[in-house]
Nanobody, 124 residues
Framework: QVQLVESGGGSVQAGGSLRLSCAAS?????MAWFRQAPGKEREGVAA????????YYADSVKGRFTISQENTKNTLYLQMRSLKPEDTAMYYC????????????????????WGQGTQVTVSS
């Protein structure tokens, strides 16, 4: 079992930055950030293979968002820069349970554990 608690969301103007955190209890080899805007499907934003640090990003956030881990604190981060109004959404942390599936790391169906979400609002 993995429990996930997100924090760090808030309101920011376009062009600003936020850093989301996800505190994890339990272990997983694959973790990711997803987001869901009202009326839209949940989409994968970034994922990381924790044993090696390989990262994956959605095209819409490449060059602006960075996913990272801090093993000593068992914490996942999402650094978001140059935020746009279209980044407004509820952001969720997710983790895979075994067996590990390395394919399509930005598909929500690959993840077994989810946090409660943290809201990010970007104003123009």
């Amino acid at each position: 079992q993995v429990q996930l608690v997100e924090s760090g969301g808030g309101s920011v103007q376009a062009g600003g930055s936020l850093r989301l955190s996800c505190a994890a209890s339990g272990s997983s080899y694959f973790m990711a950030w997803f987001r869901q805007a009202p009326g839209k499907e949940r989409e994968g934003v970034a994922a990381i293979y924790l044993d090696g640090g390989t990262t994956y990003y959605a095209d819409s956030v490449k060059g602006r968002f960075t996913i990272s881990q801090e093993n000593t604190k068992n914490t996942l981060y999402l650094q978001m820069r140059s935020l746009k109004p279209e980044d407004t959404a509820m952001y969720y942390c997710a983790a895979q349970g075994p067996p590990w599936d390395y394919r399509d790391p930005l598909l929500s169906q690959k993840y077994d554990y989810w946090g409660q979400g943290t809201q990010v609002t970007v104003s123009s």
